[in-house]
Nanobody
Framework: QVQLVESGGGSVQAGGSLRLSCRAK????????VGWFRQVPGKEREGVAA???????GYASSVRDRFSIFKDNAKDTVYLQMNSLKPEDTATYSC??????????????????WGQGTQVTVS
């Protein structure tokens, strides 16, 4: 069973930055596709960024020039660096993982494991 724990959410003013962390309980990220998703009540969940086992990244067009995803396999952690935050980035952010990697756009991985989510509020 894969467990994912997010941290790093909070409140920030527009233009500010936050870094989200997704730590896996178990050494999996060397061979996994990991993604960040966000959801606002009443709206569909949106894929934000993802990173494949070989560190190939994928980004939603709305965040491509502002967010960066990277991982530290030694720490079993994937990070989402969010810069130039906008009020429309306000959402609950969740990380997800799929073992075995993908090989294409990592946002299209069949994510099977999900964290509980962390709130990001931009005002």
């Amino acid at each position: 069973q894969v467990q994912l724990v997010e941290s790093g959410g909070g409140s920030v003013q527009a233009g500010g930055s936050l870094r989200l962390s997704c730590r896996a309980k178990g050494t999996i990220y060397y061979d996994a596709c990991v993604g960040w998703f966000r959801q606002v009540p009443g709206k569909e969940r949106e894929g934000v960024a993802a990173i494949d086992y070989d560190e190939t990244p994928g980004y939603a067009s709305s965040v491509r020039d502002r967010f960066s995803i990277f991982k530290d396999n030694a720490k079993d952690t994937v990070y989402l660096q969010m810069n130039s935050l906008k009020p429309e980035d306000t959402a609950t952010y969740s990380c997800a993982a799929e073992l075995g990697g993908y090989g294409g756009n990592p946002l299209n991985c069949a994510f099977a494991y999900w964290g509980q989510g962390t709130q990001v509020t931009v005002s």
